[in-house]
């Protein structure tokens, strides 16, 4: 991901300035000085997804390529936001397509998943939006995306007990239609 801009004068820091007296602290002792500034720059690295497009960050890594086997991309780590309450949500997503002619190149796949992941989400929409752009960019016969995660603002304030993980996919093309392409994915996703 790109350095955290932030511009002097983020109006964050104020806003988090603001924030740390309303919790009731008291922002001008020694150990709170630099923190409006630490999470302004903290929040805007979470959140550089915005403004780059997946397609962007795919175009130019796309080759031609007569294979047609399934490509994968398992255990792919990432960190998101969740957009009820701007806490973390984090966990692995794997990635499955396959090929009509044209492959990219791998490293592009976590790149991707990073550009939705580093704004505030939901994990059902995150989930999908990856399949599409890989969808359009590639326009393969199908994609999968399974993705596994931990969420910080039902843990932490116990609604779900520590260590749940909520799952969710997306199937598009013939990982939607075909049983078989949808179990061998499945199948490979789950082996170690
Ligand atoms: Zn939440």
């Known amino acids: 991901m790109a350095k955290p801009k932030v511009q002097p004068g983020d109006h964050i ?8 007296g309303e919790l009731g602290e008291d922002p001008s ?3 709170l000085q630099a923190t409006p500034i630490r999470v302004a720059r903290a929040l805007r690295e979470l959140t550089d997804g915005y403004g780059v497009s997946a397609a962007d960050v795919i175009a130019g890594a796309v080759f031609d390529q007569d294979y047609d086997e399934m490509v994968l991309v398992k255990d792919i780590p990432f960190y998101s936001l969740c957009e009820h309450h701007m806490l973390p949500f984090f966990g692995s997503c794997h990635v499955g ?3 009509k002619g044209r492959v990219v190149g ?5 790149r991707v998943v990073g550009v939705f992941a580093h704004r505030l989400q939901l994990q059902e929409r995150m989930t999908k939006e990856i399949a599409e752009a890989l969808s359009q960019a590639l326009e393969p016969k199908g994609v999968g995306v399974v993705v596994e995660a931990r969420h910080l603002c039902m843990e ?3 609604v779900q007990k520590p260590g749940g993980q909520l799952i969710t996919s997306c199937m598009l093309g013939t990982f939607r239609r075909d049983p078989r392409t949808r179990a ?4 490979l996703v789950r082996r170690n």
Do not use: C, H, T
């Open 29 to 31: 002792r020694q150990g």
């Open 184 to 187: 061998e994915f499945l199948d």
């Open 156 to 158: 932490m304030r116990g």
């Open 13 to 20: 820091a104020d806003l988090v300035e603001s924030l740390l």
């Open 106 to 110: 791998l490293s592009k796949i976590p």
């Open 97 to 99: 397509y396959l090929p």
